[in-house]
């Protein structure tokens, strides 16, 4: 996955795009703090699964940058988040549709044996291990709820 970003890289310099080079640099900056962290644990280098949760982080914090420039009358700034977005998407796999969520989701609970709300976090987890970088889990976590609830 770090070649990825560095081909990725290479091109957007050789193509002449600054917004597209400047935002591999972002994610390449946020790889390396995340490298850094990891090494207080023992281990050398983030894994895949850490590096796709880190790029979804990524792409939800410009999604809340957007939505307070646009509301402040900033559009300018606002489409400067979302085009970093896109660039941030093209690394990430394909995102699953909302039926796809609630079929894994209902996978999980038969895996896990989920019987209420307790087990909720039994089902994140294995969620996390299978899907991560594949669905966002903030809305994955209220369909989780929603089914174990029902």
């Known amino acids: 996955m770090r070649e990825q970003f560095t081909t990725a890289l290479k091109e957007a310099m050789k193509a002449g795009e600054k917004?597209?080079?400047?935002?591999i640099r972002l994610i390449q900056a946020a790889i390396k703090d995340k490298d850094i962290e990891v090494r207080g644990s023992g281990r050398e280098l983030a894994t895949n699964e850490e590096i796709l949760a880190l790029l979804q982080k990524m792409v939800k914090q410009r999604q809340e940058?957007?939505?307070?420039?646009?509301?402040?009358?900033?559009?300018e700034?606002?489409?400067?988040?979302?085009a970093e977005i896109v660039v941030i998407q093209a690394f990430?796999?394909?995102?699953m549709s909302e039926d796809e969520v609630k079929a894994a989701i209902a996978a999980a609970i038969t895996e896990t044996g989920a019987a209420g709300m307790k087990d909720m976090g039994k089902v994140?987890?294995?969620?996390k291990e299978k899907f991560t970088g594949q669905m966002d889990f903030a809305k994955a976590s209220a369909l989780v709820k929603a089914a174990l609830s029902a």
């Open 19 to 23: 917004a597209r080079l400047g935002t």
């Open 65 to 75: 940058s957007a939505a307070v420039y646009r509301q402040n009358g900033r559009p």
């Open 124 to 127: 994140i987890a294995v969620l």
């Open 92 to 95: 990430l796999p394909k995102q």
């Open 77 to 82: 700034l606002a489409d400067g988040e979302e």
